[in-house]
Antibody, heavy 120, light 107 residues
Framework: QVQLVESGGGLVKPGGSLRLSCEASGFTFSDYYMTWIRQAPGKGLEWVSY????????KYADSVKGRFTISRDNAKNSLSLQIHSLWPEDTAVYYC?????????????WGQGTLVTVSS | DIQMTQSPSTLSASVGDRVTVTCRAS??????LAWYQQKPGKAPKLLIY???SLASGVPSRFSGSGSATEFTLTITTLQPDDFATYYCQQYNGYLLTFGGGTKVEIK
């Protein structure tokens, strides 16, 4: 069925690195922009990054620029987020989401999220 | 960056009530605004895009309005399934931002 499944979260020490993955199924993955959005415990949503279907367009929120790298492998229907220099304020549930295909960046399909905890 | 401010942060209501949530942008975003519903422990669900267009499968009791800097989400005849947190999101330009959320709780 149509779904997104994230993985790769866990407990990491400050300054550490982590790679998150999102596996897509049930739709033509390469046709869609994909995004990462995070939510700190008990807090609101924060957009992190998005990538176009062909990987030619990539954008990051200022708060993660230079530390996070988004990528995708259309042959494997997979989206990734490489995170470096993690800090406690990066602790959050990280969601991958699919662009709805309307005229703009809105997201109609979300994964269940993967929790990243940054703590010593 | 465009800042999005939602009000109220919490709203107490009863089943059957009409509920309105407001979202204000720090600068004009035309009609590039979406609304999402999120329940505890779950991913958000898209409700409204382009300020007033209903996403697929969303009940017609949800509606959106507004333009430029002021937007509203209205739920007519609140149902038990509607108790949740609602977020607005602007997508004017390539940097995206969300409002802080409005929790609709049972009165």
């Amino acid at each position: 069925q149509v779904q997104l499944v994230e993985s790769g979260g866990g407990l990491v020490k400050p300054g550490g690195s982590l790679r998150l993955s999102c596996e897509a199924s049930g739709f033509t993955f390469s046709d869609y922009y994909m995004t990462w959005i995070r939510q700190a415990p008990g807090k609101g949503l924060e957009w992190v990054s998005y990538i176009s279907g062909s990987s030619t367009t990539i954008k990051y929120a200022d708060s993660v620029k230079g530390r996070f790298t988004i990528s995708r492998d259309n042959a494997k229907n997979s989206l990734s987020l490489q995170i470096h220099s993690l800090w406690p304020e990066d602790t959050a549930v990280y969601y991958c989401a699919r662009d709805a295909g309307y005229s703009g960046y809105v997201f109609d399909l979300w994964g269940q999220g993967t929790l990243v905890t940054v703590s010593s | 960056d465009i800042q999005m401010t939602q009000s109220p942060s919490t709203l107490s209501a009863s089943v059957g009530d009409r509920v309105t949530v407001t979202c204000r942008a720090s600068q004009s975003i035309s009609r590039w605004l979406a609304w999402y519903q999120q329940k505890p422990g779950k991913a958000p669900k898209l409700l409204i895009y382009e300020a007033s267009s209903l996403a697929s499968g969303v009940p017609s009791r949800f509606s959106g309005s507004g333009s430029a800097t002021e937007f509203t989400l209205t739920i007519t005849t609140l149902q038990p399934d509607d108790f949740a947190t609602y977020y607005c999101q602007q997508y004017n330009g390539y940097l995206l931002t969300f409002g802080g959320g409005t929790k609709v709780e049972i009165k």
